[in-house]
């Protein structure tokens, strides 16, 4: 079993030597260390880390943000270690994987990220049918009417059928049916 340190040390950070102090007061054997400003900047060392854990290591940092990226990112990258049968702990953050407590937050905070990227996916199906259903009510407004279906209006209305009845029977939005009689009337 071995202990890994990572540490993301920004350049204005004020005390840049401390998550090295740290991590080696945690009896991390090795420690790689990233010179980064950025959440977005790349992280070469944090790749080597992650490489070099095998089944039974212990994967220690100071703070969960020094790994950067979102939350579901970092879960998922949790997750990763778990899967490679590897321990995770965040010295000032108080977790610590390797007891039960530290599993259990990881494993309910895994599934609630999951739990919302399903519900993202959801409201993209939503928002995508919504923009259907605006495409086709668009598509139907501009809707002419033939000859033989403004007939058909006509002989219903002179039976004295309401107008919003009549489009109805069409399948068409009133305006369109108005439009039309309007229209035809105008062409007479």
């Given amino acids: 079993m071995a202990v890994i340190g990572y540490a993301r040390i ?20 090795r ?4 010179r980064a400003t950025g959440r977005r900047e790349r992280q070469p060392f944090l790749v080597d880390a992650l490489t070099s854990l095998r089944d039974g290591d212990v994967f220690v940092v100071t ?16 997750a990763g270690l778990d899967d490679r049968g590897v321990a995770f702990r965040s010295l000032d953050d108080g977790i610590d994987e390797i007891g039960p407590w530290g599993r259990f937050f990881f ?5 609630l990220a999951g739990h919302e990227r399903s519900l993202d996916a959801e409201a993209g199906l939503a928002a995508t049918r919504r923009r259907r259903e605006a495409r ?13 279906r403004l007939r058909i209006a006509r002989v219903l209305l002179a039976d004295d059928m309401p107008m919003r009845d009549v489009a109805r029977h069409l399948d068409v939005p009133e305006r369109v049916l108005r439009r039309g009689l309007e229209g035809r009337e ?3």
Avoid at 107 to 111: D, F, K
Avoid at 136 to 148: C, D, F, G, N
Wanted: glycine share 4%; proline share 3%.
């Fill in 10 to 29: 920004s350049d204005d950070d004020p005390a840049p030597d401390r998550q090295q102090a740290v991590l080696e007061a945690a009896a991390c054997e």
């Fill in 31 to 34: 420690i790689y260390i990233d």
């Fill in 63 to 78: 703070r969960l943000d020094r790994l950067g990226g979102s939350v579901a990112a970092l879960l998922d990258l949790v």
């Fill in 107 to 111: 494993r309910t905070a895994s599934a």
């Fill in 136 to 148: 086709e009510a668009m598509s139907r407004s501009r809707q002419t009417l033939s000859s033989r």
């Fill in 186 to 188: 105008a062409d007479q």
